[in-house]
């Protein structure tokens, strides 16, 4: 999978990320009290689906360039 669960603290509600260790470009996708990072693509797009308020699905589409 390409989405990552990410831990938030419960007691204290943060959600801490160390930006150093990850390497280029990435989002990361909260909802529910749940937090998921995922890269992005080097070409492509990464479409965040939502329904009534909340995230159903990321959809990635990449491609190359010729």
């Known amino acids: 999978m390409r989405l990552k669960e ?4 419960t ?3 943060r959600l801490e990320v160390d930006i150093m260790e990850q390497k280029g470009s990435f ?3 909260v909802c529910d009290g ?3 990072l995922t890269r992005l693509p080097e070409h492509g797009e990464t479409k965040i689906v939502t329904h ?5 699905r990321v959809k990635f589409d990449e491609g ?3």
Request: glycine residues 4%.
């Open 27 to 29: 989002a990361i996708v």
């Open 6 to 9: 990410l831990e938030i603290n």
């Open 52 to 56: 009534q308020g909340k995230v159903k």
């Open 11 to 13: 007691s204290t509600m």
């Open 34 to 36: 749940r937090a998921k």
């Open 64 to 66: 190359e360039e010729f």
